[in-house]
């Protein structure tokens, strides 16, 4: 579907912009509202219903579980339901079988999420861990490659970095990582709702997310996935009574782990935030993911050219095409935090990151936003 040809219908399905130039989705994406009205008929049902309707809740998360798998390009019994990106990450870092002359890459532009699991299986299993320094914000592939050998187990890297935008070329780190008998484990949190993301052609091992920025869905929400071929490889560190392979028979017996990655779902999900969720990519999938990626990029355009005429301030993030995507990181000024809330004070919402602004629009997002935008910051360095 045409974006700019559907702006005012699209616009109509994000209350935030009634009060709000939302630019900040690599913080906290706002609820679309039929991602609100999917989460209350789920609450609703459970309010006057209990659990009579449990049985459709099930099986509308299975369909939710399809509606994932498609959406990177994957198996549906790759998928297994999380309740955020760490939660996904550490089933992995606490399943995996650790031997003693492991080691772990990770890199110093990483979120705490993707480094501090791998720093607890390293204590824990004398392991080493190897830092992959940044260069002016970048990640270099041949760093990686000077780093991972024939003891690395694991690569983990975020596919986009939170901080600044950089975004990784997945599909030839995980080559490197291959060749070594090493495995890439991705945080997609950053880039998933806000271009393509195909798990067999990246050819990731193991990809956690949370719905709540680019995906547009409720908090608490999210998914782990894992190449079919190594389930068996990750051991569940956390059991519960849908670990079982006969997850709705409650008879006393030996457990038997699902054959899918569903064996890593212990307890209740979330049905209303899945409910949500699946609302939010039924959207994005209405628009198309591609044709998402070029408004992003264009309003992202938009802002490069205009940002560097303002005295003083000047774009950190990467420019080169194949690393960026809907993350900006502006420097120059002396206090991000002051500014952030002095937009705020104008009903315009953006983060400070790593001593700069960092803005990050939607495909809903105008470029009359991010005029908006330019014109207040333009006063501030004025003053």
């Not at 994000?14 to 039929?34: D, E, Q, S």
């Not at 772990?104 to 501090?116: A, G, H, M, R, Y």
């Not at 950089?166 to 998933?192: C, M, P, W």
Request: glycine residues 6%.
């Amino acid at each position: 579907m045409n974006i700019e040809g559907h702006i005012d219908e699209l616009r109509a399905q994000f209350p935030v912009i009634k009060r709000y130039t939302y630019l900040n989705h690599a913080a906290v994406g706002p609820l679309p509202l039929r991602v609100l009205d999917e989460v209350s008929r789920i609450n609703q049902d459970k309010g006057y219903s209990g659990g009579l309707h449990w049985m459709d809740w099930e099986e509308e998360a299975e369909e939710t579980r399809k509606i994932i798998a498609r959406f990177i390009n994957a198996d549906p019994e790759e998928i297994a339901f999380a309740q955020n990106t760490s939660a996904g990450l550490s089933t992995i870092a606490n399943g995996l079988n650790w031997e003693k002359t492991d080691n772990i890459v990770i890199n110093d532009l990483e979120f705490p999420s993707n480094i501090f699991p791998w720093q607890i299986q390293a204590k824990r299993h004398g392991l080493v861990t190897k830092t992959v320094q940044q260069r002016n914000e970048e990640l270099a592939i041949e760093d990686f490659e000077e780093q991972i050998d024939r003891h690395t187990k694991i690569v983990a890297v975020s596919h986009i970095q939170f901080s600044n935008g950089f975004k990784v070329d997945l599909q030839r780190l995980s080559k490197l990582a291959h060749e070594n008998g090493g495995y890439v484990v991705t945080d997609a949190v950053q880039s998933l709702g806000q271009m393509p993301i195909d798990v067999k052609k990246l050819d990731v091992d193991f990809l956690a997310t949370s719905g709540y920025k680019w995906l547009l869905s409720p908090i608490a929400t999210g998914f782990l996935y894992i190449k079919k071929e190594l389930i068996d490889e990750i051991e569940p560190s956390i059991v519960g009574y849908r670990t079982d392979e006969n997850y709705h028979e409650y008879s006393y017996r030996t457990i038997r782990p699902a054959l899918t990655a569903r064996r890593f779902e212990h307890g209740q999900i979330n049905f209303p935030g899945i409910a949500g969720m699946r609302a939010a990519i039924e959207l994005l999938d209405s628009f198309g993911i591609y044709n998402i990626e070029k408004r992003i990029r264009k309003l992202v355009d938009h802002l490069i050219a205009d940002i560097s005429e303002l005295r003083g301030l000047k774009v950190l993030s990467s420019m080169k095409p194949e690393h960026r995507n809907g993350i900006i990181k502006v420097g120059g000024l002396d206090n991000p935090d002051d500014v952030v809330k002095k937009l705020k004070e104008e009903n315009i919402v953006i983060s400070s990151r790593a001593g700069g602004l960092r803005i990050s629009p939607h495909f809903y997002n105008t470029e009359k936003e991010i005029e908006q935008l330019l014109d207040v910051l333009s006063l501030l360095t004025k003053s």
